[in-house]
């Protein structure tokens, strides 16, 4: 079964622009979960999807948004990027919401 | 807030030695994760512990969950250098933070040939 697919593994952004980030669950997990990585701060929650609805949203600015499709896909979007925002967006999907979640490789933002 | 402490922070030892790596907590978890993290890469689940006072053996690495549910701690006997890597330990509760993982700022663990 494939694991988790993140796209696109590498992303260079100046300040002000915005990105959308792409996350494929393993098949059949419905839940995704998205976590911001910093060697200052570790794992970071953003925010976590079921059935294409957010039900749990960590402590980040509006900046920071996202959402489901029908098929679990999920993308989350950076508007008016700011320095501090490079960093590794990890994405992580779960049969359901209290189930194992396994992560993608990642996607390594840098913002300049 | 950080939920969970790791300690040590850092670890660098030689090839063959054993070594533990703990994960404490004031809050009481319905289940605990531990995962390891290679550069670059995202991490990579070891073992989901659930019941207080659980021990899980992984080859050489033994994982064991509190009674109380709030701390784990992560043994690794006869250490290689493929070993590693950063350690992270994560929590998962029923109540109102429903599907989120609270992690640990984790501990790098270096072993030596």
């Known amino acids: 079964k494939a694991g988790v697919t993140q796209t696109p593994r590498y992303l260079i952004k100046t300040r002000g622009q915005q990105v959308t980030l792409s996350c494929s669950p393993i098949s059949g997990h419905r839940s995704v979960s998205w976590y911001q990585q910093t060697p200052g701060q570790g794992l970071q929650f953003l925010f976590e999807y079921f059935s294409e609805t957010q039900r749990n949203k960590g402590n980040f600015p509006g900046r920071f948004s996202g959402r489901q499709f029908s098929n679990s896909r999920s993308e989350m979007n950076v508007s008016t990027l700011e320095l501090g925002d490079s960093a590794l967006y990890l994405c992580a999907s779960s049969l359901s919401v209290l189930e194992t979640q396994y992560f993608g490789p990642g996607t390594r933002l840098l913002v300049l | 807030t950080q939920l969970l402490e790791q300690s040590p922070q850092f670890l660098s030892i030689q090839e063959g030695e054993n070594l533990t790596v703990y994960c404490n907590s004031s809050s009481v978890f319905s289940s605990l994760q531990w995962y390891r993290q290679e550069p670059g890469e995202g991490p990579v689940l070891l073992v989901t512990?659930?019941?207080?006072?659980e021990v899980k053996k992984l080859k050489r690495l033994t994982f064991q969950f509190g009674d109380a549910r709030k701390d784990s701690s992560l043994h690794i006997t006869a250490a290689q250098p493929g070993d590693t890597g950063l350690y992270l330990c994560a929590g998962a509760d029923r109540g109102s933070t429903l599907g989120r993982l609270y992690f640990g700022r984790g501990t790098q663990l270096t072993v030596w040939p």
């Open positions: 512990v659930v019941t207080g006072g």
